[in-house]
């Protein structure tokens, strides 16, 4: 997989829930990918209710078959518990797939993205090595992409200051819509 747009990752997900749905009973390769494909799109889209329904629903045999799937479960549970560090820890230190492993860098970058935007508000100053750990970047990498953010760094102690990052008002919306549909989805798991 090359590089996917948004609109390329929902086909993607539509067609996955579409064959996964179809429940074949033979232990295909094909299968098997596409189990362990939308889980990571599950994941990506932060969608964890639906993840963990799904990695419920996976046949024993096919985990067994591909310990990716532990490794993938292992990075949702991370990110129930909003542990976004141990997220991409976990995320880094595994060798995925071909199969997944664009979308795995897809949601190693989501999941970058949506720690930078939780930091800048809640953070008037962080250490390096701290900002690093939770982006899941090496001490450098952290430093030059809080700089490409615009962030404050002061070198004599260490410490970076995040300026929150915008948004925009698209966004705004998007999670505002994404926060009503977990919500609704929350309330069809529970009742269902």
Known sequence: ???????????????????????????????????????????????????????????????????????????????????????????????????????????QERIRETTLILLSKAYSSISKQNLSEKLGLSAAEATELATKKSWAIDTASGMVHPKPLLTGAASTTDNKYISLESLRKLVSYLEN
């Open 1 to 107: 997989m090359q590089s996917l747009t948004h609109d390329d990752l929902d086909a993607l997900k539509c067609r996955l829930e579409r064959e996964t749905e179809r429940k074949e009973t033979s232990e295909n390769e094909a299968t098997v990918q596409a189990y362990l494909q939308l889980l990571t799109l599950k994941l990506y889209y932060n969608e964890l209710v639906d993840a963990k329904f799904i990695w419920k629903t996976i046949p024993q045999s096919y985990k067994d078959m591909k310990p990716e799937f532990l490794e993938l479960w292992k990075v949702g549970q991370a990110l129930w518990k909003r542990d976004t560090a141990e997220a991409q820890r976990l995320l880094k230190g595994y060798q995925w797939p071909e199969s997944v492993s664009s979308l795995i860098n897809l949601l």
